[in-house]
Nanobody, 127 residues
Framework: QVQLVESGGGLVRPGESLTLSCVGSGGTFSNYDIGWFRQTPGKEREFVAAISRPGGRKYYDDSVKGRFTISRDNAENTVQLEMNSLQSEDTAIYYC????????????????????WGQGAQVTVSS
């Protein structure tokens, strides 16, 4: 199984940028689709972005499309989420998650389809 660790969270002002990293260990990272999710107090975890295991397919929630970019480097066991033009509504704990799938299957967007999760990284957008 794979273990995931997020980093790169922090406090930024509206309009600024931040890049989150998710590093995997203990498994063959390239066997997993990777998703980013976020959660705020009292709300369910919501889909942000996902990338297929080879990296050729990328999906975004409408709320972040055009502002966030997901990418991966399987040689480095890393997935990054570049977040630009951050808004206060983006404040949340961000989690990366891994879903072991066969190549070519649809990339999942529901949290319960992901088997492995990181501990989360806090992102706060405030003036």
């Amino acid at each position: 199984q794979v273990q995931l660790v997020e980093s790169g969270g922090g406090l930024v002002r509206p309009g600024e940028s931040l890049t989150l990293s998710c590093v995997g260990s203990g498994g063959t990272f390239s066997n997993y689709d990777i998703g980013w999710f976020r959660q705020t107090p009292g709300k369910e975890r919501e889909f942000v972005a996902a990338i297929s295991r080879p990296g050729g397919r990328k999906y975004y929630d409408d709320s972040v499309k055009g502002r966030f970019t997901i990418s991966r480097d399987n040689a480095e066991n890393t997935v990054q989420l570049e977040m630009n033009s951050l808004q206060s509504e983006d404040t949340a704990i961000y989690y990366c998650a891994a879903n072991r799938v066969s190549i070519g299957l649809p990339v999942a967007r529901a949290p319960d389809e992901y088997e492995y999760w990181g501990q989360g990284a806090q992102v706060t957008v405030s003036s």
